[in-house]
């Protein structure tokens, strides 16, 4: 029974889907037979009564919506509602014109009802009726609403780029995910559309009240001329007749008009909450209210005390109000009382029993940047930082060939104003201080003369620098200072950090991306190696050693290939590092010298002295055969870090950047070793030279 009542449902279901989608075009056939096909007065009573009641559900439909996107199709309503009206108008002036002789009954009871119930059947006070209706509905409410839509519509789509920009912000950020990112997206489109589609929509409410008035003095002329002229009616008899007809069909149409003029005035007026109209009208005039409850109160009281003054009225207001007020205070202080008082969802932590959960343990974040109150504004969806961090985090993603992990980035109170601490693993790593609303100019040379302001060092490179003015900037430049702003070395200091530990940045969730990437692009290579070669991670130490050697993992095919082709199970991690950086050969020279002459001119590297690199040689060959890691004696690690570092630093006087080729052997437990004596040098086996580039040797360590 459940099944075959499911399939009913859906049966009935895909019916009615069906007549949805026909009933658009009806209701225009419809509208536009209204037009051309006389009609009958039972028929303008029912389609009058439909529309009064058509634009009664417009109205409570945009009353109890949450926000005005939810009533997206109302443009469209309104066009609809507008055709159907000057439709149902121009039915009406056919049967006036043509029956209106016989009686105020002519063009159906609705219409007869209204020139006779509603302005009691003197055509003048229908006139001034009718009016006061086009007046409210074209001046007041028409105008209002499509003023209010004009500057919405504006402001909304001036403040797409910015909106844009903070959603970009946040999915770099690692904030939202990209089907969070699409949707944002989508709603802002959605707005932008909605406003500027409510904006055009209320040019027909302003245009159907011009009509309406156009159209009644068009029945009162026609109804006049063809009364007296085709029927021998009196002109008094005529005008009487003719006149309540017109005025009848006026209200019966201009009724509905201001109810969904009404209708548009709530839905571009909502504000930016997300409730009904009900709730926020009663939370924000009444139980958000109770001082202004009490304060008209007390006005009215005094009113309806003063002498000549309707007195019942007033304190019978006044008496209503404060015992509104009365009632909404006390409300209010049982809900403090309750609220203050401790609960058994929230036990106090005075007593020995307190409740200790895993809440009170907080995430530990990859990347963390504290920074001071007077750092905060630009860190908001426009600031500078914020851009910066996101530029940031794009580049150092492409460049290493994997997502980095999000910058969080919170106030700290500890730290000076313009202070800054950056985190790895929650770990400080640095710190330092920047001046919002001055520029650092930092010193390019000794022979550079000081100028006034804030002397400091930089943080990254060490160098002497002055926080100055803005306006002193171009007078720095000229004295050979290199000027940056203060988020521009809070950047630079944070990438530094990062590089100085991307090792400790690449963890199993990017490795797991990656993984993901290269199976969604070559699923058959990563089966190649993945488990043959080596496990998940295993590979993922793999790859952590090549971001400690700053290799990029951006040509991932390439390295898949590498380990597929020519790893074999059973390799330690520096076996397999080696393995691929023989293919990345070139990458990775182009990454340390970079190259763009034709042809190519000699790399020029320093190399170890034989007698040296001899020793390196024999402590590897004896721990291979006795299967242990390369070591080496602490008098040699310490003679070997001090003449690379000097080695290096003669290359960076003569401007060649530092670069150390080995023999193929040593090259990995060269660069273990040299890392753990704190010196970060790209190290080079002579296999990873590409056959088409010479190597010149400037500098030999012994």
Do not use: C
């Not at 209204?114 to 059947?121: C, E, K, L, N, P």
């Not at 003015?469 to 950047?491: K, Q």
């Not at 991670?537 to 590498?562: H, T």
């Not at 990995?668 to 010196?679: I, K, N, T």
């Amino acid at each position: 029974m459940g099944v075959v009542a499911e399939e009913m449902r859906g049966a009935t279901e895909s019916r009615w889907a069906g007549y949805q989608a026909l009933m658009g075009p009806v209701v225009l056939v419809m509208i536009l037979g209204m037009i051309v096909v006389p009609l009958p007065p039972i028929l303008l009573d029912v389609l009058f009564t439909f529309n009064i009641t058509f634009a009664l559900l417009v109205l409570f439909a945009a009353f109890y919506i949450r926000k005005p996107l939810d009533f997206s199709a109302f443009p469209t309503i309104l066009l609809i509602a507008t055709l159907l009206r000057l439709a149902l108008n121009v039915a009406a002036a056919r049967v006036i014109l043509l029956y209106g002789y016989r009686g105020d009954q002519a063009a159906g009871v609705v219409i007869e009802s209204f020139g006779r119930f509603v302005v009691g059947g003197n055509y003048v006070v229908g006139i001034v009726v009718f009016a006061i209706l086009i007046i409210i509905n074209f001046v007041v409410i028409t105008k209002g609403s499509t003023r209010i839509a004009e500057v919405t519509a504006r402001f909304s789509l001036d403040a797409m780029p910015g909106k844009q920009m903070a959603i970009d912000a946040d999915l770099n950020a690692g904030i939202i995910n990209q089907e969070q990112a699409k949707k944002r997206r989508e709603i802002v489109s959605a707005e932008s559309d909605f406003y500027g589609s409510m904006d055009g929509a209320s040019k027909f409410v302003r245009g159907d009240a011009i009509a309406a008035i156009m159209i009644i003095l068009i029945n009162l002329i026609g109804g006049l001329v063809v009364g007296v002229f085709q029927h021998g009616m009196s002109l008094s008899h005529a005008a009487h007749t003719y006149t309540l007809l017109s005025i009848g069909d006026g209200l019966v149409a201009q009724i509905p008009s201001l109810v969904i003029s009404i209708a548009a005035g709530i839905l571009v007026s909502r504000g930016g909450e997300d409730a009904e109209m009900g709730h926020l009208v009663s939370k924000q005039i009444f139980i958000g209210n109770r001082h202004g409850l009490l304060v008209t109160a007390i006005i009215l009281g005094v009113t309806g005390i003063i002498p000549g003054m309707p007195h019942w009225a007033f304190l019978i207001y006044a008496a209503l109000t404060s015992a509104l007020w009365f009632v909404l205070n006390d409300q209010h202080k049982r809900a403090i009382l309750v609220s203050s008082a401790p609960t058994p969802s929230e036990p106090t932590q005075d007593g020995a029993d307190a409740v200790i959960d895993t809440r009170i343990l907080r995430p530990i974040e990859v990347i963390g940047l504290a920074i001071g109150y007077q750092i905060i504004p630009m860190m908001q969806t426009d600031g500078e930082l914020q851009k910066r961090l996101n530029l940031l985090r794009r580049r150092i993603s492409e460049s290493a060939g994997f997502l980095l992990p999000a910058i969080h980035v919170h106030d700290d109170l500890t730290l000076r104003p313009g202070g800054y601490r950056i985190e790895i693993h929650g770990v400080e790593e640095a710190r330092g201080e920047v001046y919002a609303d001055r520029l650092l100019a930092v010193s390019s040379g000794a022979n550079i003369p000081p100028i006034e302001g804030i002397h400091t060092i930089d943080p990254v490179y060490g160098a002497s620098a002055y926080w100055i003015g803005r306006e002193r900037s171009d007078d720095a430049e000229l004295l050979g200072y290199t000027v940056i702003d203060a988020p521009t070395v809070i950047t630079t200091h944070l990438h530094e950090v990062i590089q100085q530990h991307m090792d400790e940045v690449f963890g199993l969730r990017q490795m797991q991306e990656l993984l993901d990437l290269a199976g969604q692009r070559d699923g058959k290579l990563l089966e190649a190696v993945l488990p043959r070669i080596a496990t998940a991670p295993k590979l993922a130490k793999v790859f952590r050693e090549l971001v400690m050697e700053r290799v990029s993992l951006r040509d991932m095919s390439i390295i898949l290939e590498s380990l597929a082709e020519d790893g074999r199970e059973g390799m330690h991690t520096g076996q397999m590092v080696e393995v691929i950086r023989r293919r990345l050969g070139r990458q990775i020279l182009q990454s340390v010298a970079p190259e763009s002459a034709s042809p190519p001119t000699p790399v020029q590297v320093a190399v170890l002295d034989q007698k040296l690199e001899q020793v390196l040689v024999t402590s590897v060959q004896t721990a291979q055969g006795a299967g242990t890691q390369p070591a080496l004696e602490p008098s040699v690690l310490l003679h070997l870090s001090q003449a690379v570092r000097q080695s290096m630093k003669e290359m960076e006087e003569k401007s060649i950047q530092p670069l150390l080729m080995v023999r193929d052997e040593v090259r990995y437990p060269l660069s273990v070793w040299l890392r753990s004596a704190g010196l970060f040098i790209p190290v080079m086996a002579f296999s990873e030279i590409p056959g088409d580039r010479q190597v010149k040797s400037v500098i030999e360590v012994h």
